[in-house]
């Protein structure tokens, strides 16, 4: 009777370490989830600044997102090259006023791992016009 107890009590152990460890996976998952939607979501915001500039130029810029001015619970540096999309239309002559945006995020994580974030799009700007 004691040893189907104890065997009962080992079964009971297993089953409960299974479980906090399956939990203890889906809250590591869930926050990199929150992590990758606020860094997502500050990448579109710094695409949308960029649209609702005057004018649309060439270039490329760098600012760092603290957590004091952001919701990130680290620090993102965020780069926005724009250049010239050099694309033909059917007749083969170049398209004018076309842009490639890139929009390029670094952090840095707990364990001190740089993870890299890529947001690439083209723009037309006289499509924005209406919107500045």
């Known amino acids: 009777m004691l040893l189907e107890a104890l065997v009962a009590l080992a079964i009971f152990a297993i089953a409960v370490l299974g479980l906090a460890k399956a939990l203890d996976m889906a809250v590591q998952n869930a926050t990199e989830v929150r992590l990758a939607a606020a ?24 600012v760092e997102r603290t957590p004091e001015d952001s919701l990130l619970p680290m620090p993102l540096v965020i780069t926005t090259r724009i250049a010239e999309a050099e694309f033909e239309n059917e ?5 004018e006023g076309l842009y490639e945006v890139e929009i390029i995020g670094v952090s840095v994580d707990r364990r001190q791992h740089e993870q890299k974030w890529e947001l690439r799009t ?3 700007p006289p499509l924005y016009a209406g919107a500045r």
């Open 39 to 62: 860094i997502t979501r500050e990448m579109e915001n710094a695409l949308e600044e960029m649209l609702h500039q005057p004018m649309m130029e060439p270039g490329e810029w760098t």
């Open 91 to 95: 007749d083969g002559e170049p398209l």
């Open 122 to 124: 083209l723009c037309y």
